[in-house]
């Protein structure tokens, strides 16, 4: 699918067709050797490493921010670029706040029912990581760490009340991002009516919608999407659900979605099957990030949710999202294993 979106874009800037798989075809190596590895690795090496893991997670999520070591890509200094390749911190820092949630969860479930004593240590935790990656910005990232760590402390039985007064907070916090960052303002108009600048803010969603819309049954047929020539703007990445439906139309998105809730429904087998809270926190915020990041890219692509610039996991182009959602499911893989023996 890569390949298919990518191929006329390619061809275009580059005189190779083949760009995009080449560059994605070597992090799917990388990506699969690391899986296979990591499922090897005993899950109690990340409880112990835990601290060292989440300090490295934010050594590099500053390093990133300075002039001259952090690349801008797409208006975010949020990249480690050598040439065309390019790798994020922030991909990787949802990996160890999420081991680090789940140690602390862990450790300290008798405290979660006390706000102060159990709940903000770890929110202090995941906020100074969220304001690291605005920095960059990234909120598309930020939203989905936030998000998943706070399903974790659903999971892990936190008052309800907790909720609904961060849920106040939270919709404070989104104005007061959105007034901080006008151009976040442009993205929420241009979803609630994109038609108002269709060649501006309301672009993207337009020509994702013209994608999806003439998809039917089965799709225009691999390799004759027409919003991949030049109309949907790099559709390889944040928008390939896009082209898969107008591809394959409602055939090829029952089979995605019906993928990505296999792996929901054995990751929560999983994590059910955990003697130990450690790995079944570990387990839930392993597909809590990976489910969380393909809803949110799904609605954006159907224009549910405004633009956030996440990646469709397993499927979209990207080095980073890739390997960080294979070393995710090498973790559960050695989780599974574990409890099967």
């Known amino acids: 699918m890569i390949y298919s979106a990518s191929s006329i874009w390619a061809e275009y800037k580059f005189h190779d067709s083949f760009k995009y798989v080449k560059q994605q075809s070597l992090f799917i190596v990388i990506g699969i050797i690391l899986m296979i590895t990591i499922s090897k690795i005993d899950y109690s090496w990340y409880y112990k490493k835990?601290?060292?893991?989440?300090?490295?997670c934010l050594f590099l999520l500053v390093l990133v921010l300075?002039?001259?070591?952090?690349?801008?890509?797409?208006?975010?200094?949020?990249?480690?670029?050598?040439?065309?390749?390019?790798?994020?911190?922030?991909?990787?820092?949802?990996?160890?706040?999420?081991?680090?949630?789940?140690?602390?969860?862990?450790?300290?479930?008798?405290?979660?029912?006390?706000?102060?004593?159990?709940?903000?240590?770890?929110?202090?935790?995941?906020?100074?990581?969220?304001?690291?990656?605005?920095?960059?910005?990234?909120?598309?990232?930020?939203m989905i760490i936030v998000v998943s760590i706070l399903a974790m402390l659903f999971i892990a039985?936190?008052?309800?009340?907790?909720?609904?007064?961060?849920?106040?907070?939270?919709?404070?916090?989104?104005?007061?991002?959105?007034?901080?960052?006008?151009?976040?303002?442009?993205?929420?108009?241009?979803?609630?009516?994109?038609w108002k600048d269709p060649l501006g803010t309301g672009f993207q969603i337009i020509q994702s919608l013209y994608?999806?819309?003439?998809?039917?049954?089965?799709?225009q047929g691999f390799l004759n999407s027409r919003q991949k020539q030049f109309y949907l703007p790099e559709p390889q990445t944040d928008f390939i659900f896009s082209i898969i439906s107008e591809e394959f139309g409602f055939l090829g998105v029952v089979i995605v979605s019906a993928l990505f809730i296999t792996i929901l429904y054995r990751s929560i087998r999983i994590a059910l099957n955990c003697k130990e809270s450690f790995p079944k926190y570990l387990a839930f915020g392993m597909i809590f990030q990976i489910l969380i990041q393909a809803v949110m890219n799904l609605m954006v692509v159907i224009g549910l949710i405004p633009v956030t610039g996440v990646t469709l996991p397993f499927l979209s182009y990207g080095g980073s999202s890739l390997l960080i959602t294979l070393i995710s499911i090498g973790i559960l893989l050695n989780i599974s294993r574990n409890q099967i023996n």
Do not use: H
Not at 50 to 56: G, Y
Not at 169 to 186: H, K, N, V
């Open 66 to 142: 300075i002039p001259g070591i952090g690349s801008v890509r797409n208006g975010s200094r949020s990249w480690f670029g050598i040439g065309s390749f390019g790798i994020q911190p922030s991909e990787f820092a949802k990996l160890g706040l999420i081991i680090f949630t789940a140690k602390y969860l862990s450790n300290n479930n008798k405290f979660l029912k006390d706000i102060r004593k159990g709940v903000i240590p770890i929110l202090i935790v995941l906020f100074t990581v969220f304001g690291l990656i605005m920095l960059q910005p990234d909120f598309g990232t930020g």
């Open 211 to 219: 994608a999806i819309g003439p998809g039917g049954l089965l799709g």
């Open 157 to 194: 039985g936190v008052n309800m009340k907790f909720f609904m007064g961060l849920g106040i907070l939270g919709i404070g916090g989104i104005i007061g991002l959105i007034a901080i960052a006008p151009y976040r303002m442009d993205r929420i108009t241009s979803f609630l009516d994109p």
């Open 50 to 56: 835990t601290n060292i893991i989440l300090a490295v």
